[in-house]
């Protein structure tokens, strides 16, 4: 592979994190109970590639085959892994990776993460990949050195378990779906679909899974990854478009699981400042919920973002993201008046008296934040996430109203 002209570093834009679509939780990450691992650094090798981490936690040099580079462009990214739609998280319990580079996003889905060795799922369209990154000097075995933990595998404890842990009744915390597993056959039911198959449980992988015997996946869904916390969790197998992500959990589990929790903070219910640093609001209509938006602006992803630049001037982004293509784009420059007025409207609103606002339960659903920061150092943080985010606490519409004001779709 011929290394190609670094290009200028993108500053990718995390206004997904808690939102998007199919999710693998929207709760926290898992605790290893260990410390957290140093930033990557070093050369990570597949057959399709390599990934060199600078080791600032944040920037990569993608080199890759013609093949994959077809798909993902070669050159320095920024990085970073998350959990689901909860957030930024350490590597080594990481669900997603996120490479960006000049207003572009490349996503990924972690299957394992250490120091040594990264395994990854790349989708784009009715291409998908298995990619296993290895750090140039650990060698091509696992990737699991002598006293590093597991990750988000289940443990050594895998090792011990059988299929008769997994007899019995499931069910989607996330949707309708059940399931039955009876010896090494799993019924699965999701309305008037019912489809029987042969499982194997394949504990070499990490995490591991049951599998189909005959094949990849069990129609509807992939097939199903173990986790440490007892859940079975697979995606719904489409090709252009956010996947559902199954969650079966035991019957007695599933409304402890979608019990609202409120995890607000104390922070002060009045800002005095008028003066923008940073500004964004990210929401989600893909679930039916309306906000109080026209109906005409329904079942898409929203990203607003307003940063103060050094020379004083404001650059704004507002994106409208469908399943599988792009609805409102804006990327510009707006006035000094314009983000005082946002401000204002900030406070009209109301917004201050909920600051520190935060609840959710752990079904995967999309949430709402909002968060502002102000010259005087002053700072809004309200969100919401899964069920708790079904009703939103503040006029979204009248915030959507006023971006619009700008972006031209009134």
Request: aromatic share 10%.
């Amino acid at each position: 592979m011929k290394r190609r002209k670094k290009q200028g570093i993108f500053l990718l834009l995390v206004f997904s994190l808690l939102l998007c679509g199919c999710q693998k939780h929207n709760d926290g990450p898992p605790d290893p109970g260990t410390p957290e691992p140093a930033p990557l650094t070093g050369e990570f090798v597949s057959e399709h590639g390599s990934f060199t981490f600078d080791g600032d936690g944040k920037t990569v040099y993608v080199d890759l085959d013609d093949e994959l580079g077809a798909h993902i462009p070669d050159g320095i990214m920024e990085y970073f892994f998350k959990w689901g739609s909860f957030g930024l998280c350490r590597y080594d319990v990481a669900s997603d990776l996120m490479l960006g580079m000049e207003g572009r996003q490349y996503d990924f889905k972690v299957r394992s993460a250490s120091e040594n060795r990264i395994s990854l799922d790349y989708r784009d369209g009715s291409v998908q990949y298995e990619l296993d990154f290895v750090r140039e000097g650990a060698g091509e075995g696992t990737g699991k050195e002598e006293g590093e933990g597991t990750g988000k595998g289940v443990g050594e404890e895998m090792q011990d378990i059988s299929l008769d842990s997994f007899q019995g009744e499931w069910s989607d915390l996330n949707g309708s779906t059940t399931m039955v597993l009876n010896g090494d056959r799993l019924t699965i039911r999701k309305g008037e679909y019912t489809e029987t198959y042969t499982v194997v449980l394949k504990k070499e992988s990490s995490p591991a899974v049951l599998a189909n015997k005959e094949g990849r996946g069990f129609g509807i869904m992939s097939d199903l990854e173990i986790r440490e916390d007892g859940s079975l969790v697979g995606w719904e197998m489409v090709l252009d478009a956010d996947s559902h992500c199954f969650r079966f959990m035991r019957e007695e589990q599933v409304e402890a699981e979608k019990e609202i929790v409120d995890l607000s903070t104390e922070r002060p219910k009045t800002i005095e400042s008028m003066q923008i640093r940073d500004f964004s609001l990210n929401f989600s209509t893909t679930d039916g919920r309306q906000y109080g938006l026209d109906e005409s602006l329904g079942g898409a992803a929203y990203g607003w973002m307003i940063t103060r630049q050094e020379d004083g001037s404001y650059w704004m982004d507002f994106s409208q993201s469908y399943a599988s293509y792009m609805g409102i784009g804006f990327h510009g420059t707006v006035s000094e008046e314009y983000v005082t007025g946002l401000a204002e409207k900030i406070n009209e609103i109301g917004l201050p008296s909920l600051n520190g606002y935060y609840r959710k339960n752990n079904v995967s659903l999309p949430g709402y934040s909002i968060s502002v920061d102000y010259e005087s150092d002053e700072s809004l943080l309200v969100m919401a996430g899964g069920n708790a985010a079904d009703e939103c606490v503040f006029d979204l519409a009248a915030l959507v109203d006023y971006a619009l004001l700008v972006v031209g779709q009134e």
